[in-house]
């Protein structure tokens, strides 16, 4: 049996040097006794970067929590323990037709995770973030209480954990409310477009129109290409089957070189785009339209032993078709390929949480392998773009962001550390938010 490794999914951190099951770590809570040593949870290791990552401390195995306490299928209402995996959910949930209001691009993360990176979908413009379908939740701090936070009760701690990364304590069990839905199955329809402008000009329609919508963009295309993708939109159909057919291949090794380099990537965008555009319209089982990269069990590992960056960013509507070529353009300069390039348009469907990522705009996601200094100075050239527009950068898709960029993406992040439970910290929170107090520190006295 093998040992598990607590990694981020973009393999660019080490993994955790020491890591805690969760029942142990529930009775140090209760009692008190955490001390002096810092507490993460760790939820099943789908953040790319280093917001899933304790360093200095310990991270907690939430997995062996994972028990569905109830489901009312008149309410659409389930109750489950925080390590519970979504493809869980899904599975006890579909027999009554019923449906995450909400799903991320895999079914392989846990309810507190979740919640945690208030995560969205290819229904923002409809339904929001994951967060705004959340109930309530119990939360246990560091000095033994128990928290039931709703909308209405422990309303501040409610905000702050919704996106808040696992810093305000340990989540123990959450309500969710399900969405009633025809069918599992997605009727889905496919638009090519020849550049970025002709798809701004189709997404608002598409959004008015589908439940569903987010493109994929040839991100190696360039000249009168420069843009081009497809347009995937998407609601459940009338009748289907619940089950999810897709075969679970693997990468069975790591390889020593990243596989996914610039000719692959050409003759991949060559043949994704003719295999999902000549069929316009057909009817897809949910795992392969909303999580098709789960059907390549650890298909991080084809990146290479030097790992990936994700960049996702969002940028105001009006910015959009300046912003948008900027940003592509910018990784063709670098001579960097995107293996997966995805673009949505965020809804004005306002989250509850504090730090949640998604607001109304374009948002922009790209996968690099990394190559040291020069992907670095990519991402930081993406940053820069991303922020001249007025955006912001997701932050649980991060692992090297400036302190700096952080605050401009997130201006009220000192209302989080001001309920941060002072046990729980993330290598990303030291890297981010605990450098922006430093500096404010130092300005006080400077001018003291």
Not at 314 to 331: C, K, Q, S, Y
Not at 343 to 372: I, M, Q
Not at 424 to 447: E, K, P, V
Request: glycine content about 10%.
């Amino acid at each position: 049996m093998s040992v598990p490794r607590y990694e981020s999914f973009g393999r660019t951190n080490p993994p955790a040097a020491r890591a805690v099951h969760a029942p142990w770590a529930i009775a140090l809570l209760e009692g008190g006794k955490a001390g002096e040593g810092s507490l993460l949870a760790y939820g099943n290791g789908r953040s790319y970067g280093d917001s899933c990552q304790n360093s200095l401390g310990a991270v907690i195995d939430m997995r062996s929590m994972n028990r569905i306490i109830s489901f009312d299928p008149e309410t659409g209402i389930l109750e489950a323990e925080a390590g519970v995996l979504l493809t869980d959910i899904i599975a006890h949930a579909a027999p009554y037709g019923f449906f995450p209001y909400v799903v991320p691009g895999t079914q392989y993360v846990t309810l507190g995770g979740a919640i945690a990176n208030d995560v969205h979908g290819k229904n923002h413009h409809r339904r929001g973030t994951f967060g705004c379908h959340v109930v309530g939740f119990s939360l246990l701090r560091s000095d033994g209480s128990v928290h039931r936070c709703t909308r209405d009760a422990e309303s501040a701690l409610f905000a702050a954990t919704i996106g808040g990364m696992g810093m305000t304590g340990l989540m123990l069990a959450a309500s969710i409310r399900l969405m009633p839905v025809t069918s599992l199955d997605i009727a889905e329809r496919v638009m090519p477009f020849q550049n970025l402008q002709e798809f701004v000009d189709q997404a608002e329609v598409a959004d008015a129109e589908n439940e569903y919508a987010v493109a994929w963009i040839d991100q190696l295309a360039t000249g009168l290409h420069a843009g081009r993708g497809l347009l995937l939109t998407g609601n459940h159909a009338d009748a289907g089957d619940a089950r999810h057919r897709t075969t679970r291949l693997g990468v069975p090794f790591q390889p020593p070189i990243n596989i996914l380099n610039r000719p692959f990537l050409k003759t991949f965008n060559a043949a994704y785009r003719w295999s999902k555009g000549r069929t316009r319209e057909k009817t897809s089982d949910y795992g392969g339209f909303f999580f098709p990269l789960d059907g390549v069990r650890d298909w991080n590992r084809l990146y290479g032993p030097r790992g990936l960056y994700q960049h996702q960013s969002v940028v105001p509507e009006d910015a959009a078709r300046v912003t948008l070529p900027l940003l592509l353009d910018a990784a063709i300069a670098a001579g960097q390929g995107s293996f997966l390039t995805v673009l949505k348009r965020f809804g004005a469907v306002r989250s509850p949480g504090l730090l949640s990522f998604p607001r109304p705009g374009y948002t922009l996601t790209l996968d690099f392998p990394n190559r040291g200094t020069s992907t670095i100075k990519l991402l930081e050239r993406l940053d820069a773009i991303t922020l001249d527009a007025g955006g912001a950068i997701n932050p649980y898709k991060d692992a090297r962001l400036g302190a700096q960029a952080f605050a401009a993406s997130f201006p009220n992040w000192r209302e989080l550390e001001a309920l941060r439970d002072p046990v729980f910290i993330s290598d990303f929170w030291r890297r981010t938010a605990l450098q922006l107090n430093g500096y404010a520190d130092q300005a006080a006295a400077a001018a003291g």
